[in-house]
Every structure is written in structure tokens, then in C-alpha cells.
């Protein structure tokens, strides 16, 4: 399948603060990244998921928008490829001074790590769909940002980066990002 060429690829990195109960990226360092334009407009969900199950990093596990209420994932990294649609989406909480607000369309992919909040803000066209999928062998979670998850969201600090890129396998930004968060 084809994939926007990685010298070609337009990326963009985000470091969230903390916000209260939700971590976002401040315990491993790693960026929310966004690969704009990723997949061909053209590109069915199908096609996605063929694509990730052949580079073999992630598992396509739904098709669905993204829920309006903050939450993030305590137990894995996500991998968001937008399907279908354009929407408004907002990463680290909405009161959060750091907070990311992004329009993403068809094609974008969005590398989440453990811990940042994400939620829909609008769907801007109706319609709206990503391939949620996680690293093989991590199953995710649900949290809010409560008193009740401080637990699990220690758990974050021992979770592992990807060894390879979700989309371009032995090469990618998320690999560069691995290497520099080390460093940190």
C-alpha cells in the first residue's frame, strides 16, 4: 500500500503537561504525534487495516469515532488512522493550558501514548471514523483522570515504546522519538 513517503511526511509533536489526574505526557516523555496526510484520501479502512496488520507493530482492534468525554489509556499506546470524515479533537483535557486542539481528516494518523487525554471536540462533516489499534498483545483501558486510577496510572512509567513504526516498520518518526525520549 501506499504511504506518504517518510521524507515527504509532514509530523508534528506535542508535549502535554499534567493536568491534574490525567498524566498526559509528562511520565515517559513521548510526544502525542499526528502524521498528516498520511494514508491517501482514497484509502479504505480496510486497506488500513491490512496495511498495520502487515507491518505487524499494531492490532487493528475497532472502527468507530472518538468518544466526546477526556479519557486516555493507562495500560498501552494508541494508533489512531483517520478512515474517514474531519473532526476537531482535543488531546490533554480540555482545561488544560497545554492542551493540543487539531483538525485531522482522512489519511492523518495519530500516535497517542499511555496516559494523554484525548476526546472529539466536532465532527466537522458527519461521519466521522479511525482504526483504533494497539500494540500486538495490549489490551487498553479506560480512564478519567479519578482519584480511584492513581494506580494504574504509576503503571504508565514501566510501559515499553514501539520497536518499530506502526506504519513504516523498521523506520519512522516514532522510532526517532523513542531514541530521544531515552535521552530525556
Given at each position: 500500500?501506499?504511504?506518504?513517503?517518510?521524507?515527504?511526511?509532514?509530523v508534528?509533536?506535542?508535549?502535554?503537561?499534567?493536568?491534574?489526574?490525567?498524566?498526559?505526557?509528562?511520565?515517559?516523555?513521548?510526544?502525542?504525534?499526528?502524521?498528516?496526510?498520511?494514508?491517501?484520501?482514497?484509502?479504505?479502512?480496510?486497506?488500513?487495516?491490512?496495511?498495520?496488520?502487515?507491518?505487524?507493530?499494531?492490532?487493528?482492534?475497532?472502527?468507530?469515532?472518538?468518544?466526546?468525554?477526556?479519557?486516555?489509556?493507562?495500560?498501552?499506546?494508541?494508533?489512531?488512522?483517520?478512515?474517514?470524515?474531519?473532526?476537531?479533537?482535543?488531546?490533554?483535557?480540555?482545561?488544560?493550558?497545554?492542551?493540543?486542539?487539531?483538525?485531522?481528516?482522512?489519511?492523518?494518523?495519530?500516535?497517542?501514548?499511555?496516559?494523554?487525554?484525548?476526546?472529539?471536540?466536532?465532527?466537522?462533516?458527519?461521519?466521522?471514523?479511525?482504526?483504533?489499534?494497539?500494540?500486538?498483545?495490549?489490551?487498553?483501558?479506560?480512564?478519567?483522570?479519578?482519584?480511584?486510577?492513581?494506580?494504574?496510572?504509576?503503571?504508565?512509567?514501566?510501559?515499553?515504546?514501539?520497536?518499530?513504526?506502526?506504519?513504516?516498520?523498521?523506520?519512522?518518526?516514532?522510532?526517532?522519538t523513542?531514541?530521544?525520549?531515552?535521552?530525556?
Amino acid at each position: 500500500m501506499a504511504v506518504a513517503p517518510l521524507q515527504t511526511l509532514r509530523v508534528s509533536f506535542h508535549s502535554i503537561p499534567r493536568l491534574n489526574l490525567i498524566p498526559n505526557t509528562s511520565l515517559q516523555n513521548y510526544p502525542l504525534l499526528i502524521y498528516h496526510e498520511c494514508f491517501p484520501q482514497s484509502t479504505s479502512a480496510a486497506a488500513i487495516e491490512a496495511h498495520l496488520r502487515f507491518v505487524g507493530v499494531v492490532e487493528p482492534q475497532w472502527r468507530y469515532t472518538m468518544y466526546n468525554t477526556t479519557h486516555f489509556h493507562s495500560t498501552t499506546h494508541e494508533v489512531l488512522c483517520v478512515a474517514s470524515g474531519r473532526a476537531r479533537l482535543c488531546f490533554g483535557g480540555e482545561d488544560d493550558p497545554g492542551k493540543v486542539e487539531a483538525e485531522l481528516k482522512q489519511g492523518d494518523v495519530i500516535i497517542i501514548p499511555a496516559g494523554v487525554g484525548h476526546r472529539l471536540l466536532q465532527d466537522l462533516d458527519g461521519g466521522f471514523e479511525m482504526v483504533g489499534s494497539y500494540p500486538k498483545g495490549k489490551d487498553w483501558d479506560m480512564c478519567y483522570g479519578r482519584e480511584d486510577e492513581k494506580a494504574k496510572i504509576e503503571g504508565i512509567k514501566n510501559l515499553g515504546w514501539f520497536e518499530k513504526d506502526p506504519i513504516y516498520g523498521d523506520e519512522g518518526p516514532v522510532l526517532d522519538t523513542g531514541k530521544q525520549s531515552l535521552k530525556m
